[in-house]
């Protein structure tokens, strides 16, 4: 599990550090005089100054993603878990639930579920839970 939000990390950091694939050819540089030369490094300058922004502005970000990962990630995981102690396959979820056992799978399987409250709900009840939402003072 922190392996992966670990890779997770790296990837989000490198997504706002360059943003552009990876494959995309660079072009290369026509001859330059001086003042040209000077205003291209500008430019770079620039451009990198901007990606250091929008880093620190990831690394700010990071935290709560992964928090939120974390959560549907164990969530999703007791709920498979429940479904298993029960005894119910996803051929009968499907039938329980209405959900495509393609989808159900998705769900059980995925390193970032997303799932609704009405797909959770309708799980829980499916394997004779009750899925409580409740909510606090931030803080």
Do not use: C
């Not at 922190?2 to 997504?15: A, C, R, S």
């Not at 969530?75 to 979820?93: I, K, N, T």
């Amino acid at each position: 599990m922190q392996f992966f939000l670990f890779h997770w990390t790296d990837k989000i950091v490198e997504f706002f550090l360059n943003p552009t694939s990876q494959d995309e050819s660079k072009p290369k540089l026509p001859r330059m005089n001086d003042d040209e030369r000077i205003a291209y490094e500008q430019a770079v300058a620039l451009e990198i100054l901007g990606k250091e922004a929008n880093i620190a502005a990831a690394r700010l970000l990071i935290p709560e993603l992964l928090e939120r990962i974390r959560f549907s990630v164990e969530l999703v995981a007791q709920l498979r878990e429940a479904r298993q102690r029960a005894g119910v396959s996803l051929d009968e979820m499907q039938e329980r639930t209405g959900i495509q056992k393609s989808a159900l799978s998705r769900l059980e399987n995925s390193h970032n579920p997303n799932p609704t409250l009405s797909t959770l709900r309708r799980y829980a009840e499916a394997i004779g839970m009750r899925l409580d939402v409740s909510l606090s003072e931030a803080g």
